[in-house]
C-alpha cells in the first residue's frame, strides 16, 4: 500500500490548511485499520495530529482538537486533514500514515512521503 | 499526555559499533512501544512494534527490547545505512506520543 499527501505548500496566517492523503494499492474502507495524520517542524520531532476510522470515527490531539477535522472518502479512496487558524507555529511537514490497531497495540506504518506546508503572507 | 524521553539526544560512532538508544516513559507501558528510522528529507520507517517484534524486512542486527517505562533499541553492528535519527512512540494511551529523536551520526 502506498500513501501519498496532496496539498498547498504556502497558507496564509489564519487561514485554513487542507491537505489529502490518497491510498493506493488497497481500500481505504478496510476494517483493519486507522488513517492518521502526523507532522513534523522543521528540524523538530514528530507530534501525531489525529486519525479516522472508515466509518468516520475519529480520534484527535486534545491540544489541535479545536482546529482539526479530519474526514474519510471511501468512494476516492482518501482522507483529508483541515486544521484552521493556522500561525506559523503549524509550519511543518505533513506526513499521513496507515496506523494500525493490533493486540491492543497502534503503529504507523507505512508512511506517505511528506508534504511541506509553510504558515507565511 | 505521556511523556517520551530519549537518551542520548544524539550520539557518534563508528561502522562496526554497537549502539544501544534509550527510551524511557512518563508511566507503565506495558509493551506499548514503537521504533523508527528517518532519513533526511524523508519519511519515517516502522522498525518495532510491541518494544521487541521486527518489522518485516528489518535487519536482525536491529533488536529492540524493555516493557514498562523503559525500553532500549539496539544496533549489534551498525552499518553505513543505520546513520539516521531514530524515534520511540508509545500506544499505551492516546494522544500516541514521540521521543525527541536521537540522532545517529558518523565518528
Known amino acids: 500500500q502506498l500513501l501519498q499527501e496532496s496539498g498547498p505548500g504556502l497558507v496564509k496566517p489564519s487561514e485554513t490548511l487542507s491537505l489529502t492523503c490518497t491510498l493506493s494499492g488497497g481500500s481505504i474502507s478496510s476494517s483493519s485499520y486507522y488513517w492518521g495524520w502526523i507532522r513534523q517542524p522543521p528540524g523538530r520531532g514528530l507530534e501525531w495530529i489525529g486519525s479516522?476510522?472508515?466509518?468516520?470515527?475519529?480520534y484527535y490531539k486534545s491540544s489541535l482538537r479545536s482546529r482539526v477535522t479530519i474526514s474519510v472518502d471511501t468512494s476516492k479512496n482518501q482522507y483529508s486533514l483541515r486544521l484552521s487558524s493556522v500561525t506559523a507555529a503549524d509550519t511543518a511537514v505533513y506526513y499521513c500514515?496507515?496506523?494500525?490497531?493490533?493486540?491492543?497495540?497502534?503503529?504507523?506504518?507505512?508512511w506517505g512521503q511528506g508534504t511541506l506546508v509553510t504558515v507565511s503572507s | 499526555d505521556i511523556q517520551m524521553t530519549q537518551s542520548p539526544s544524539s550520539l557518534s560512532a563508528s561502522v562496526g559499533d554497537r549502539v544501544t538508544i534509550t527510551c524511557r516513559a512518563g508511566?507503565?507501558?506495558?509493551?506499548?512501544l514503537n521504533w523508527y528510522q528517518q532519513k533526511p528529507g524523508k519519511a519515517p520507517v516502522l522498525l518495532i512494534f510491541?518494544?521487541?517484534t521486527l518489522q518485516s524486512g528489518v535487519p536482525s542486527r536491529l533488536s529492540g527490547s524493555g516493557s514498562g517505562t523503559d525500553f532500549t533499541l539496539t544496533i549489534s553492528s551498525l552499518q553505513p545505512e543505520d546513520f539516521a535519527t531514530y524515534y520511540c512512540q508509545q500506544s499505551y494511551s492516546a494522544p500516541w506520543t514521540f521521543g525527541q529523536g536521537t540522532k545517529v551520526e558518523i565518528k
Open positions: 500514515a496507515r496506523d494500525r490497531p493490533a493486540a491492543g497495540m497502534r503503529w504507523f506504518d507505512p
Open positions: 510491541g518494544a521487541s
Open positions: 479516522i476510522f472508515h466509518s468516520g470515527r475519529t
Open positions: 508511566q507503565n507501558l506495558s509493551n506499548y
